[in-house]
Antibody
Framework: EVQLMESGGGLVQPGGSLRLSCAAS????????LHWVRQAPGKGLVWVSQ????????TYADSVKGRFTISRDNAKNTLFLQMNSLRAEDTAFYYC??????????????WGQGTLVTVSS | QSALTQPVSVSGSPGQSITISCSGT?????????VSWYQQFPGRAPKLMIF???KRPSGVSDRFSGSKSGNTASLTISGLQAEDEADYYC??????????FGTGTKITVL
């Protein structure tokens, strides 16, 4: 069974940093692109970032480019999101998501449960 | 990258068919057949309902169907049921090797 478990969320002051983790199991981690998607409370889904299988290709939404860094540790089956220079508008639930053959490789057929990041003084 | 445009809300009676539109541009929806749709209940993670414009994942009811014409994709729910009441989001892979989500649509079953 595919499982994705985010952690690392919490309350941080504006300008601060936070590192999210997503522990994965139930599939061959090193064979899949992985993504972060966020959702502000009561608002819509927003794509944040993606990373390829070996970490050599990363892409970001304009709103986080230069502030967030996606990475992965294939030996530990873990995805990361380093978030720096955080702003109030970064407050959201952050989901890690997986694309696989069963979803055509361009859709998220597995999601974690999300971790809440709150940026506030 | 601007969000894809969806109606804020759509409603229908049980048994009816409803359609949700998802309008984008020639750089996203119109560029590739990589549009997918997600169902989300309050407090829960999204669930994939349609991928590659028209395909249903295993286990998703055939009451859900997808289509696309030009820069606009659509999700149709046939035989509307009370359990379909949720938020629905489209998303598309883009020319820039990124993804963009729709603004989301709340489905109400009358």
């Amino acid at each position: 069974e595919v499982q994705l478990m985010e952690s690392g969320g919490g309350l941080v002051q504006p300008g601060g940093s936070l590192r999210l983790s997503c522990a994965a199991s139930g599939f061959t981690f090193s064979s899949h692109w992985l993504h972060w998607v966020r959702q502000a409370p009561g608002k819509g889904l927003v794509w944040v970032s993606q990373i390829n299988t070996d970490g050599s290709i990363t892409t970001y939404a304009d709103s986080v480019k230069g502030r967030f860094t996606i990475s992965r540790d294939n030996a530990k089956n873990t995805l990361f999101l380093q978030m720096n220079s955080l702003r109030a508008e970064d407050t959201a639930f952050y989901y890690c998501a997986l694309t696989s053959a069963s979803g055509g490789w361009y859709a998220y057929d597995y999601w974690g449960q999300g971790t809440l990041v709150t940026v506030s003084s | 990258q601007s969000a894809l445009t969806q109606p804020v809300s759509v409603s229908g009676s049980p048994g009816q068919s409803i359609t949700i539109s998802c309008s984008g541009t020639s750089s996203d929806v119109g560029a590739y057949n990589y549009v997918s749709w997600y169902q989300q209940f309050p407090g829960r993670a999204p669930k994939l309902m349609i991928f590659d414009v028209t395909k249903r994942p295993s286990g998703v009811s055939d009451r859900f169907s997808g289509s696309k014409s030009g820069n606009t994709a659509s999700l149709t729910i046939s035989g509307l049921q009370a359990e379909d009441e949720a938020d629905y989001y489209c998303t598309s892979f883009t020319y820039y090797n990124t993804y963009v989500f729709g603004t989301g649509t709340k489905i109400t079953v009358l």
